[in-house]
């Protein structure tokens, strides 16, 4: 079979023509050779490398090495590490063929959002790779609408689940399709830079949405939309842990019952409707300390942003 080098034409190829590469894995290596089927086998690594490497190279087929460090500092079982290995160098060695150029740390962010199911992580790879979201960058309208502080991450605090957080004061969106999409923008941004680790990946976010004062000025279906698509991980990869709403008003819970059917039911399930004295519940102790003043903490929401908006344009110019 002749495989072109047009990625969407060689994607078609592959669904009209099943004669593709048999992928045998071994721990740090892979295996290919042409057969008539695309499937993944796990085997045991003998003992002998020698016999290993003889193994591989008896046929005539390559050997592609990959780094031994595939799993997090994050405790995980010894089976679950092997299989997230095995996972990890499918989707590179899928990435290699098909020449999708992303990063190692990106191959873990799919795996890791995707619970590390290979197709569910390839299918999210080959769909959203190389989307604009994932490539962000602090300047222009992103400062602006950072300091309209609609949206902001705070450091330092976490969730009983070690999840970074995000700070969200609805109050301060104000409908219309540039602020939307500005919005949205600035949730991207916060997403991929709380993904930056393997710890960061596995432990997820957490969002805190600040609803006093909201009301029919803010109210923007298309914006709620975006946003669920975001925290889905349809666009970019990331874990959500809980979104937790303050004192949301009935404009807000009226439009969330029409919002929930159309969200994935695992996701649902994380959304939750509270007073602010609850936070306890899902946060770390002494976790006033990280909060925003108007969220009854002792940081000012303004420094919160300054801070943050000098820190990342540094990091990008650095």
Known sequence: MLL???KSVFFQQIEKDTRFYDLIILPHRVLFTLTPNMKFISIPQRKNRSSNRKLLQGNGSSVLTY???LSSSTNISTDSKQSEE???LQLREFCHLFQINITDMQVFRYACCHDFDYESARK???KSYDSPYLRLRMSGRMVDQFQRRAMLPLPGLRTKQQSQVIYIHAERHLHSSENSQLFIDNLYYLLNDMSATRDDCRNGVCVIANMKGYGMKNYDMDTILQAAKAVEGRLVPTRFTDLLYIDAPKVFKNGWKLLRPMLA???AK?????KA????KFLMEGYNQFLPEELGGWKDSMELVDDYVDKKIFEELS
């Open 270 to 274: 994380k959304v939750h409707f509270i």
């Open 277 to 280: 004295d609850k936070l306890d």
């Open 67 to 69: 780094p031994e460090d």
């Open 86 to 88: 095995v996972t990890l």
């Open 124 to 126: 999210a790879i080959e």
């Open 265 to 267: 039911p695992w996701l």
């Open 4 to 6: 072109s080098t047009d």
